[in-house]
């Protein structure tokens, strides 16, 4: 079957640029780009680079040799990163589903892992900071007021939902991306995760600090940014609140997620905990974490008063397919917990075939608005 190859956007000439090289796992670079001066570093073929006000090289040789004063030479990376500049930004790298325009060249064939036999071993990604930053002791910690029937009710449908979604973008987790992309796939987490599908698109989140409940949800790939951003947010929330209130702050870095609290005497957080690795579906105890996190108080209804039967009766009417009234279910805590089964049948995901062509109907899609988050079932 013939497939268009996907052109690249012409490419803008790049003015020239001094660079200077660190030996170590990490570089820096400083110029112009379109008239704005910026400071670029590099981990493993990752690019990031922020703008500054000031770009001249006795200027920024003297910042970098501050910077790195005493730091190891594996840690160099953290170092700039934390203590260079404030908003690293990168470009997209994922070419879909996120709007691009080459999207129509792709559509002409799809292929996915399956199609492939790998030639060599993945290489092993690097431990970047979570577990590196975090380290003993960390604490068991709990939220007080869990409604443990209703987080097992969610628990039972949402953790089907994660980890086929893990599974259909499993080229994506098990690679490094960037900023952009990060920010979509978080995004997209504590959308499911809080069973709120109705997004106009796809977009990516424009805070790095998501408020749910008396949790706040702190997106951020990099730990040392990570611990900034908590300890800048609990300075603005305590500054007009002299008791001892404890904040509780869940840190998404997409592939590992941590429970943090803390009040103005200490600092506790529970040991980092896997999520999406692109190899393995997402744990329980993951699982659970973020439910915890995400718990809110239903809304009322006078469905609850009803005979558990009644309920179900009332859900199946929500829609002709399972997925939607099990979400509506457990958005009001009614009916009973969704078992994947249909008519007697096992709810199966729908998994993309050569044959298959997009006119296809499935029974049931998870869409953000109108586009599709890559999870169907049949």
């Known amino acids: 079957m013939p497939f268009h190859r996907a052109k690249p956007p012409p490419v803008q000439p790049a003015r020239p640029q001094r660079c200077e090289m660190l030996r170590s796992s990490s570089a820096i670079s400083y110029g112009f780009i379109n008239a704005k001066k910026s400071t670029y570093i590099t981990s493993f073929c990752t690019v990031y680079f922020a703008a500054r006000r000031s770009a001249e090289d006795d200027a920024m040789l003297q910042l970098y040799s501050r910077k790195l004063i005493g730091v190891a030479r594996e840690s160099t990376f953290d170092a700039l990163y934390s203590r260079v500049a404030r908003n690293w930004q990168q470009w997209d790298d994922v070419l879909t589903p996120f709007n691009h325009r080459r999207w129509s060249h792709v559509r002409s064939c799809t292929l996915t892992i399956s199609d492939f036999e790998a030639c060599e071993p993945r290489p092993p990604l690097a431990k970047h900071a979570l577990q590196s930053m975090y380290r003993a002791p960390c604490w068991k910690m709990r939220r007080k007021e869990t409604d443990m029937p209703r987080l097992q009710r969610r628990k039972a449908f949402m953790s089907r939902i994660l980890s086929d979604f893990a599974f259909q973008w499993r080229h994506v987790l098990s690679g490094r991306y960037s900023t952009f992309t990060f920010r979509r796939l978080a995004y997209a987490t504590v959308r499911i995760v809080t069973l709120d599908f109705t997004l106009p698109e796809w977009d990516y989140a424009r805070e790095h600090i998501i408020r749910i409940g008396g949790t706040s949800i702190v997106m951020c790939q990099h730990a040392p940014h990570a611990m900034t951003l908590i300890r800048e947010d609990f300075r603005k929330q305590s500054r007009f609140d002299w008791s001892d209130q404890i904040f509780t702050y869940l840190i998404l870095s997409v ?124």
């Not at 209804?301 to 005979?307: F, M």
């Not at 009973?336 to 995901?349: L, Q």
């Not at 044959?355 to 890559?374: A, L, N, Q």
């Open 255 to 378: 592939r590992e997620i941590i429970l943090y609290r803390m009040n103005s005497e200490r600092e506790r957080y529970t040991k980092p905990t896997r999520l999406f690795d692109g190899t393995h579906p997402p744990p329980d105890e993951a699982i659970e974490l973020l439910l915890q996190a995400t718990q809110t108080s239903p809304p009322p209804t006078p469905l609850r008063k009803l005979p558990i039967e009644l309920q179900d009766a009332v859900l199946g009417k929500v829609s002709a397919g399972p997925i939607e009234s099990a979400r509506v279910g457990c958005l009001l805590d009614t009916g009973s917990v969704f078992t994947w089964r249909c008519g007697g049948r096992y709810i199966e995901r729908e998994e993309g075939r050569r044959r298959r062509t997009s006119s296809i109907p499935v029974e049931s899609h998870i869409c953000f608005g109108g586009h599709r988050s890559g999870i169907a079932y049949k």
